[in-house]
């Protein structure tokens, strides 16, 4: 893979140990900040449960039990909050912690598959099987030397773990948004397909019809509007539209009120405008409002960004960054889209840039650069703790790793553009320009 535009290539620096040693602290340092929720949370106990009495796996037991339930003639429990919490209770032979049903009706068809395995086996494949998906995704990108390294990055990075820990669906997602973005100019149907796709997390894609009205890819937003109908309708055949109705209404209506109760674990992993504003004690009015006011920006920026580079990596970049600023309802699961991008830029500057970013703790001086692709590394793990004390400052972290991200897709443009108009004059400097 080409060298980032603008940056010294990764591949090419040549590390010092103090590099080396900060990088590895660097990635490390997430894994043992992760430690001590995952022993008062995660950690297996006796029964197929964890500590806190959840079974392991915890979100996936909707992607295994759902599908069981509504093939079994209890479809309008999903919709049911205490009539599913119930039910999973049954399904699992044990009382359970509360759980409610979250996903649209046509996910049900895409989950039956894993609900016809063992519990343990399904999660197995949800698991370890969405993963190499989305490390195959993500290292893609990357030259073939320095994959290993990456996969490694990739395995530890803060979002992922999370993830796998959580049993979430933040691999899918992510590999959903990212593919999508590398094919919108060379494979603009298989881009839309995946857009379309990624429905089933709408909240995750209000950045795209943006941005993809800005780029013009009309193929694209063609392709992502006939799938995601062509999903709605076969949910329709299948199940009527009762299921969707009550989708609308109850679960809707569910996640409102998560935001404006504001109360439980759920909040310790938010991380959108909304949620920060909460742990603050502002009102849900006024979280929002606050919220829109990030968005807007936000919104405008992404599409200047977008329009402004053809590179596929920093387009994801910009996309996967925007995507938890403009929404109110993110988790630090989502992240693993962002995780992968950063990942990308570590592999596209210089080894000892991504590691310096930890050494600002330290006393050192070092360039800003690295304190923010440290912090869009850490924020997954780092917004538990701080918004468990009351201080929701994910978003600004996120803030600053999107500016980042609108920086380098710009300065890219301004850079070739420089280029060109200098090579005007010198005619020695022509064949830089040309490179561009």
Known sequence: MPAHDGHESWAG???TARSSVSLLVHLALPVVLLCPLVLEFYWPAAGGLDVTGHQIGRDFINVWAGPQLAFGGQL????????????IGVLFGQPLPFHNWGYPPFTLLAFWPLAQLPYFAALAVWTLGLFAIFAGVT???VERPRRAGALLALILAPACLINTIGGQNGFLSATLMLGGTLAIDRRPILAGLLFGLLSFKPHLGIALPFVLLALRAWRVIA???VTAL???????????IEPWRQYIEVVGAYQVSLLQRFRGFYTFMMVSGVAGARTFGLTYPVALVLQVALAVPVLGAAIWAMRSTTDPCQRAFVLASAAPLVTPYVFNYDLTALAAALVWTLCRTPQHEFGRGLLLFLGWMTPIRGLVLFLGWIVPVLAMYLNEIGLGLAPLALAAVFALSVYDAISVRSEGSAAIFLSKFHPHSRTSADDQ
Request: aromatic share 10%; hydrophobic share 60%; proline share 3%.
């Open 13 to 15: 620096a040549r590390p």
């Open 230 to 240: 062509l999903l709605v309708l076969l949910s329709l055949a299948v199940f009527g």
């Open 223 to 225: 392709t992502a509007c």
């Open 76 to 87: 309008a429990t999903l919709f049911d909050l205490h009539a599913y919490h119930a039910a």
């Open 139 to 141: 290292l893609s990108q």
